[in-house]
Each structure stands twice: as structure tokens, then as C-alpha cells.
């Protein structure tokens, strides 16, 4: 059940993460995720997210599910950066792997807060700041 969930994110439904590839797709996955949640009166999103909380303390076999499944996101996410650090637009030496975490750990804990606040408000300040992060790694900045 934990895989099905983590696989059926990256398919269908959840903001994209497959070709978060540019500056531009990332703030569309951004803000699709915040539309999402504007659409679902904040209640929530992510069942993995709602697996973790409930099943990672409990149980070993399915916290190590759950972090297969978050770093099976997070490396959807590398790739795209990747691909901008190969095409000269993040500067070389910039740690991709960090980015990657910063801007999955802003969706996740940002739609925890949304969907406790039912406001988007937490997740909109988490995802800009992020992007404004990775930014800071811009060629020329």
C-alpha cells in the first residue's frame, strides 16, 4: 500500500515532479501544489505524508517504506535539478542533494501546516521560500 501510494504520486494527481527541470516548472509545481490545496479547502494531499505521521513511529518495516517512497520523490526532483546544473543554470559545486530535500521538505511540512491551519498561507511561504533558495544558485546571481 505504502509503494502504491508513493508510485501514485509521481503518476497522477499530485503536482508533477518528473520534469522539474527549470525555474519555470518548479514554480508550477509550486503552484499547483498550493492550487490543490486551495481546491481542497486544505485538507491535506499527500497520503504519504499521512502514512508517515501515522505509521513511522509504530512500525520499522513501513517507516522504511515511507522514506523509500519520500526519497524516490526527492530524487524525482534531483534529476530536474540536475538536468539545470548540466545546461549551466544552477552554479557547479552547488549541492543538488540539499536542494532537493529543502524543496520536498517545504511541500511536505508546508501542506502539514495548511492542512492544520486550513490556510494555503503555510504552504505558500514554504514553497517561495525554497524556490528563492534555489535561486541563489543561479548562474550569475
Not at 56 to 78: C, N, V, Y
Not at 80 to 100: F, K, P, V, Y
Request: with cysteine; charged share 30%; net charge negative.
Amino acid at each position: 500500500m505504502i509503494t502504491r501510494q508513493a508510485d501514485s504520486a509521481l503518476d497522477t494527481g499530485e503536482p508533477r515532479v518528473a520534469a522539474l527541470d527549470s525555474f519555470d516548472a518548479l514554480r508550477a509545481w509550486a503552484d499547483a501544489a498550493i492550487e490543490r490545496q486551495r481546491e481542497n479547502d486544505c485538507r491535506g494531499d499527500c497520503s504519504l505524508g499521512s502514512l508517515a505521521g501515522e505509521l513511522s513511529t509504530k512500525d520499522e518495516e513501513s517507516r522504511t517504506d515511507i522514506a523509500d517512497g519520500f526519497l524516490r520523490w526527492k530524487d524525482m526532483i534531483l534529476n530536474g535539478l540536475r538536468a539545470m546544473r548540466d545546461r549551466g543554470e544552477l552554479r557547479d559545486g552547488t549541492d543538488l542533494d540539499e536542494l532537493a530535500f529543502a524543496l520536498l521538505s517545504a511541500l511536505q511540512g508546508g501542506v502539514l501546516l495548511s492542512q492544520t491551519m486550513r490556510h494555503v498561507q503555510p504552504l505558500e511561504a514554504s514553497m517561495n521560500a525554497a524556490l528563492a533558495y534555489l535561486r541563489s544558485f543561479a548562474m550569475g546571481i
